[in-house]
């Protein structure tokens, strides 16, 4: 698919990332309260307002009166089809509507973003086998990597809706229960390896109330965002045992404030399943995507840093397929549901989506750009880039960022 | 604490359970649409109509307007007395506003009785040390029985909100994807370990943004209902390694329909801990209840038989213990959070939980009036009974119950 051209200019630069193939959804403060609006060149279009002047009609009642996108993806893919066409139309060059939706432009430079979305309930999963295997082999050991079941379904954890963050968010570093090898007990104490996580996220549109196949789940997907879920590797390391990831997961999880939805992303769909799986998680189709990633730190009044380049098509399961398998047991999936897709790590060095990874559980200080980082350092601002590259255009996700804020003192202390 | 005597005379009964020292909250159907309710002796008060009248005053504007008491949590302890307090005043023997209070009362036969609040997250713990001792020796053996961490820190996951069930809602026996020992490669069947779980669950009524000290954590503890979660066990074993269950206990978790609050157990508070914790996990008071528990299963066409009995305070952790741990990462809390207990399981062998501890695995099933189960068959209905024994009155908690129904047909198959 080329271009759409649009009447706006800076929508047809071929690296702006937010070409009118795009559209994605966010929610905006320019002045007044939050609403509603599209990403397209440099510009957001306030949604909220064209659909109440009558430029926008979804459905039979008002659907972007509230400020979160949940009520369109409660209306389903043909709602969600239609807001793209209707956009399409008025964006389009030589569009007729220009003069009557110029009016509902505000520049994105300077424009407060939100949640985009209210969050249901969080998941996140575990599906780059170079991410697993390289964490299940400091962890466990080389020869004991990769789980038994870890090729066999997607192995994934319920998370904190509530902990979930927009992009600009600052994070605190947080305290928690501690216990080093060589420590006889443990002890209370700011996380001293505290790491963000590159992830792509997927936002459930649509609500399922019994297994689904791998085909359902993926029309059930809205939209993708950037998403980084930041973790206490040392609080995780004590805890983590039986029963998994708990508070070392639940300081915060950044997202994007753009919802890229999935019908922008069809033309970058790519495949890469190794082993066959058992029918109910086999794809009928290449339900991956081609988007490139990277990831910058910044230190405090540093200049930005590259510590990781890579590419969701390196995820061994899709969304679609960690969709299915969560409704296996019957589990109902609500109307913004969102599911990280797990750290995205590539086969090389360079391209391990967190500093664990990087700095191989800090024995190998990552260093680079002037910077030597085995963990986040207070100050630090992570941010996440990623697009998908088009003929002509680019599906940009905008910045996922948050700087980390020192820990408070002891909560605790009396 | 005496009875307080209600003018009610079921209220007075002293094994009735819902006196006018309990005051539990509820969510009912009599005729028309759901509304808040309250039961006292064999009656249902409906608190929403009495507040339309005037009769109760909670806040300056209408506090019971919607089917569950979230919004009088959000108000705050303050308002969670003057319920307690106004009530009270309207059903004491000799209260002045029986005749117009009576007009409001529904018999508890035959009102439907719904979920008697949203829930924002739930949050299932591990915190009996027989249970985890008991799980612990099964999947690992004796030595590894109790993980390190266990006695340092309340373990717990994050479960899935949109599972939770009010009592009475069946249960479908789900499907997943199984390994045993033996089998070369897994496969996707049925749930042939279904098992229930005995516990009781804590729910959040105020929010946090930051740590909160085990004393702020049990003040904001709305109220207790039981809890059952349900959980396949061979769908668990295959998958929790190593991020913690996930589908094994999304299918459901059922709920009693009363939220005991708090102030009607604080007469029962009772202390249990063995061995000293960290300052913030440190309890300045006694915060386990005395609360004792028992599960019925009855064979589908058969009478109930009881499978075990215990009490909560054979707990390890409170509950305030481990909402104060649910934060310590700064996790924000809501108004609405379920926190599971675990487990409830005590030291003798008729005082387990869980099938699962009951029959050792299945290797030695249960066997008792007149039933072996070394898990559930279908049609087996699960009950879970609770309550606090005072001096010539009971707090209970009325009936958890759920109905196991068979599997459907492959729900993948084409």
Chains 1, 2 share one sequence.
Request: negative net charge; charged residues 15%.
């Amino acid at each position: 698919m080329p271009l759409i051209r649009a009447w706006l200019d800076s929508a047809n630069r071929p690296d702006g990332g937010f070409p009118l193939n795009n559209l994605p959804l966010g929610v905006f403060t320019a002045n007044g309260a939050p609403r509603c609006g599209v990403a397209i060149g440099d510009q957001i279009l306030d949604a909220t307002g064209l659909e109440q002047a009558g430029l926008l009609e979804l459905n039979a009642t008002l659907v972007l009166d509230h400020p979160g996108w949940n009520k369109l993806m409660g209306l389903g893919p043909k709602a969600w089809a239609a807001l793209r066409a209707q956009l399409t139309a008025l964006l389009r060059e030589g569009a007729p509507a220009q003069d009557r939706v110029a009016p509902f432009l505000h520049p994105i430079d300077g424009a407060q973003m939100h949640m985009p979305f209210t969050v249901a309930e969080f998941t996140d999963f575990y599906a780059s086998r170079h991410h697993a295997t390289n964490v299940g082999t400091m962890f466990r050991g080389a020869e004991n990597a990769l789980p038994p079941n870890w090729l066999h379904i997607p192995i994934g954890y319920n998370g904190r809706a509530s902990s979930v963050v927009v992009s600009g968010t600052p994070v605190r570093r947080p305290w928690g229960q501690v216990k080093g090898p060589d420590d006889a007990q443990p002890r209370f104490a700011p996380s001293a390896r505290f790491d963000l996580e590159l992830e792509l996220g997927a936002i459930v549109g649509q609500p399922s109330d019994g297994p689904v196949t791998v085909a359902d789940a993926d029309q059930m997907i809205f939209g993708y965002v950037l998403l980084n879920d930041w973790s206490a590797r040392d609080i995780q390391a004590w805890e983590y045992q039986p029963l998994g990831p708990f508070q070392s997961k639940a300081t915060a999880t950044s997202v994007s404030p753009w919802i890229v939805m999935s019908a922008a992303l069809a033309p970058f769909r790519t495949p890469t399943r190794e082993v066959p799986l058992l029918p109910h998680l086999q794809e009928r189709g290449p339900m991956l995507y081609d988007i490139a990633l990277h990831v910058d730190l910044t230190p405090q009044d540093g200049q930005p840093v590259t510590i990781a380049r890579t590419n969701y098509r390196e995820m061994y399961y899709s969304s679609a397929q960690q969709l299915a398998h969560h409704t296996t047991s019957g589990c109902p999936m609500r109307v913004g549901d969102l599911l990280g897709s797990g750290t995205i790590s590539g086969p090389t060095k360079d391209s391990r989506g967190s500093l664990l990874e990087l700095s191989w559980g800090g024995k190998e200080p990552l260093q680079t750009g002037g910077i030597t980082r085995s963990f986040l350092e207070d100050g630090d601002t992570i941010t996440l880039h990623g697009g998908a590259q088009g003929d002509g255009y680019r599906i940009g996700f905008g910045t996922c960022a948050g700087t980390l804020l020192p820990a408070l003192p002891d909560p605790y202390a009396r």
